[in-house]
């Protein structure tokens, strides 16, 4: 794994297992604290504040985006009706980037980032560059095979375990977002009462 894909890893060491379950993640061969302690010594004990602070950071990372933007879809999550928890998970799982990797239509999250902002993903048809942007159900995100070869043969090639409330057609390198996915469907381990306890302290 290049230099630049280990430093993106380097948290997953830290937590002992791989964030986006990448079987090339260090962690799966090493899955302590990197230096000369870490295969030995004993994870430190966290703090309350400390524990809900690692959950916030892993639900960060995951997503791949900022402080500020995911305090912005805490703050709309808290709106309306509706668990504010499940709505926050929901809001990060149908970003549009989250559903590209989530469908295997990139390689990991970092990719799906990437294939969104150089434009090779389509939604219903129309480029869509904004890893931002909200899929609502019965919306088909693709790639344009013919402009993008490479992409689309990633995507073709890809093994990812499909949730239940995507649809992919691995051939027209295409998914759907069947409906909004419920919590205990987002394959993703973070305690997201904390996040939520985080935020409202």
């Known amino acids: 794994m290049p230099e630049k894909g280990r430093a993106k890893h380097k948290f997953c060491r830290r937590l002992g297992y791989c964030l986006w379950d990448n079987p090339k993640c260090p962690s799966v061969r090493r899955p302590y604290p990197a230096g000369q302690h870490g295969k030995t010594g004993k994870r430190k004990k966290l703090s309350t504040y400390g524990e809900l602070m690692l959950e916030k950071q892993k639900l960060k990372r995951h997503y791949c985006i900022t402080e500020a933007q995911l305090v912005i879809a805490y703050q709309k999550a808290k709106k309306g009706e509706g668990k504010t928890h499940e ?40 480029i869509v560059d904004r890893g931002s942007y ?68």
């Open 87 to 126: 709505k926050l998970f929901s809001a990060l799982e149908t970003r549009l980037d989250s559903v590209v990797f989530r469908s295997g239509l990139s390689a990991s999250m970092h990719a799906a980032k990437q294939v969104v902002n150089h434009r090779h993903i389509l939604v219903d048809g129309k």
């Open 134 to 201: 909200a899929l609502k159900p019965g919306q088909v995100i693709s790639i344009n095979a013919e402009k993008s070869p490479s992409v689309a043969e990633i995507a073709k090639n890809s093994n990812r375990t499909i949730p239940s409330y995507l649809e992919v057609d691995r051939e027209q390198v295409k998914a759907s977002l069947l409906r909004v996915p419920e919590i205990g469907e987002i394959p993703l381990q973070v305690e997201i009462m904390s996040v939520i306890e985080f935020y409202a302290r």
